[in-house]
């Protein structure tokens, strides 16, 4: 089975441009979570979805930064304008929701530099 | 702050050998699981403990709960090459009324596992 994929896996881009993560959760999932991953503040979770809702986006750290799910098999991650300390590595994950005590399954991460 | 702690921040030994890394946390939790990173690569789940829980294994895994010291550990029997790699435990918390702390989990800083030939 297909896991977690993300595109880009990398992304070099200078300071004040937009920047646009995607993510295609597991096939049924139905959550999804977007971290962030820096050797500073470890690994933080920015927002989360269930069934393509907005549940908590209390992580997401300012304004520039805003997340979408227009369905259930993606999910974008947007950054605009983009600053050197956006710099990290991002990471999508998906879950199934039977009842709780689910693991998450993580996709290999967008490394994101912002020079 | 991290809800979840890991110690050592850093383990060496050899192949074959055993080793031991520890989680402590602050609040109450439905779970606790164990994740393991390779570099360059996503986290992989491990193995989930629920708070009703005192031990579980899977193959060469062994995690402990020990929910009155707010603490876990988890043991890797007979090391590989193969298990070095970054490991952290997370959190999710007691659900509150309506439900929507569920997934919501809070990694560690992990411990970096380095196992030589």
């Known amino acids: 089975d297909a896991g977690v994929i993300q595109s880009p896996r990398h992304e070099v881009t200078e300071m004040g441009q937009e920047v646009t993560l995607r993510c295609k959760p597991i096939s049924g999932h139905d959550y999804l979570f977007w971290y962030r991953q820096t050797m500073m503040r470890g690994l933080e979770l920015l927002i989360y979805f269930n069934n393509n809702v907005p549940i908590d986006d209390s992580g997401m750290p300012e304004d520039r930064f805003s997340a979408k799910m227009p369905n259930a098999s993606f999910s974008t991650l947007k950054i605009q304008p983009s600053e050197p300390r956006d710099s990290a590595v991002y990471f999508c994950a998906s879950s199934l929701y039977l009842y709780s005590n689910q693991p998450q399954h993580f996709g290999d991460g967008t490394r994101l530099s912002i020079l | 702050s991290q809800q979840g702690e890991e110690d050592p921040q850093a383990l060496s030994i050899q192949e074959g050998e055993n080793a031991t890394m520890n989680c402590s946390y602050k609040?109450?939790?439905?779970?606790l699981q164990w994740y393991r990173q390779n570099s360059g690569r996503g986290l992989v789940h491990l193995i989930l403990?629920?708070?009703?829980?005192r031990e579980k294994h899977s193959g060469r895994l062994r995690v402990t709960l020990d929910t009155s010291k707010k603490s876990s550990s988890l043991l890797i029997t007979a090391s590989r090459a193969a298990d070095t790699a970054s490991y952290f435990c997370?959190?999710?918390?007691?659900?509150?009324?309506?439900?929507?702390?569920?997934?919501?989990?809070?990694f560690g800083q992990g411990t970096i596992l380095t196992v030589h030939p």
């Open positions: 609040t109450s939790i439905n779970n």
């Open positions: 997370a959190t999710e918390p007691l659900s509150n009324a309506g439900g929507t702390s569920y997934g919501k989990l809070t």
């Open positions: 403990i629920r708070s009703n829980e």
